[in-house]
């Protein structure tokens, strides 16, 4: 480039024409006009050069003290819990588990809500993967008795016990509460748990008037999940069921008193005890063969449930689980389709 501009800058007359070489004195003015170019082309690049410099610096800075901004008001949890209840509810408050138990088969058996994409797989709930475990970056880990006994896997990683069930023989609203407040405090978000409390209660009532304006004339209900097409188990007042049926409005009818875990085991012809108002709600999942051996029942024919009684068929929804399965049931049982009986 400067070669071109070196020849495009001596004159003709600068030329001697018995020597054909270029006269010192021919070469003065090219020379001083190079050297002004070439001081001008400097001073623009490097200006050029500094100026985005001194923008990165401040932008860099700005980052940096919005990032210590942020660690100051926010710390984040690696949290690993085995337990479906406390990943659904830690998952709905907006803080989800970075790993938890039987992922493959949550959509069957919890549905909503749903997991993040990348949630890790821990394998089988009660007895997780301890290679994989060994490689998370965990920070504490959440559980309950159940899988306490898998708790040295995880070394020196802190461990927290939360448990959503009944104190007593009438599950309440505080006995899902209060444990969703543990998780907040847990988790350094005391304010996401109260607010989603709060959320959580405004849901329940809006399904609660869903529910009244479709079927006004049902007010009792008995839920059960059927083991096989004559066996079944009964979900009874220590179970999620009263407290979120509580919310709604309306009364749960039962047959005795639940185990701890908030259910009696019946048969099929024990539902012939149930006043011919109360309106059986049936828990999914529900195989095709069991669904088809119900049908061929007489004694199921018998009770006439979709005809002279009422029956509804909810979708999946973690019967030991937490606050949001007290969401997810009001919501499910707001848009069921019943029939037979009050429904009617």
């Not at 908030?262 to 309106?279: H, P």
Request: proline share 6%; hydrophobic share 40%.
């Amino acid at each position: 480039m400067f070669s071109a501009l070196y020849k495009k800058n001596i004159s003709k007359n600068a030329i001697n024409p018995s020597t054909k070489r270029l006269s010192p004195d021919s070469l003065t003015l090219p020379l001083k006009n190079l050297s002004l170019v070439l001081g001008l082309v400097l001073t623009t690049m490097l200006s050029a050069c500094q100026e985005p410099v001194t923008e990165q610096k401040d932008v860099q800075q700005s980052a940096q003290t919005d990032a210590q901004a942020a660690d100051a008001t926010h710390t984040n949890i690696n949290i690993v819990s085995p337990d479906w209840g406390n990943a659904a509810t830690l998952t709905a408050m907006g803080y989800p588990p970075i790993a938890t138990g039987d992922v493959r088969v949550w959509d069957r058996w919890v549905g909503k809500p749903a997991l993040p994409s990348g949630t890790i797989d821990l394998g089988i709930r009660y007895q997780p993967n301890a290679e994989l475990v060994a490689q998370l970056p965990v920070d504490l880990v959440v559980d309950n008795s159940f899988y306490q006994h898998a708790r040295n896997l995880y070394g020196d990683v802190p461990a927290e016990s939360i448990m959503f069930a009944a104190k007593g023989e009438i599950a309440n609203w505080a006995d899902y509460t209060e444990p969703t407040r543990k998780l907040g405090e847990l988790i350094h978000e005391p304010k996401l748990a109260e607010d989603y409390i709060a959320k959580s209660k405004k849901d329940i009532s809006l399904a609660s008037a869903r529910l009244q304006q479709r079927y006004p004339n049902v007010k009792k209900f008995a839920v059960v999940q059927f083991v096989d097409a004559n066996n079944m188990r009964m979900y009874v007042a220590n179970s999620l069921f009263q407290p979120a049926l509580k919310g709604m409005g309306k009364e749960l009818d039962v047959l005795g008193k639940g185990n701890q875990w908030g259910f009696v085991s019946i048969r099929m012809g024990d539902l012939a005890q149930l006043d011919d108002e109360t309106c059986l709600l049936i828990i999914n999942p529900l195989s095709p063969i069991t669904r088809a051996e119900i049908d061929d029942s007489l004694i199921w024919q018998r009770l006439s449930y979709g005809n002279e009684r009422c029956v509804g068929e909810l979708p999946p929804v973690w019967i030991y689980g937490g606050m949001s399965s007290l969401v997810s049931l009001a919501n499910n049982l707001s848009a069921v389709t019943l029939k037979g009986g009050a429904a009617s």
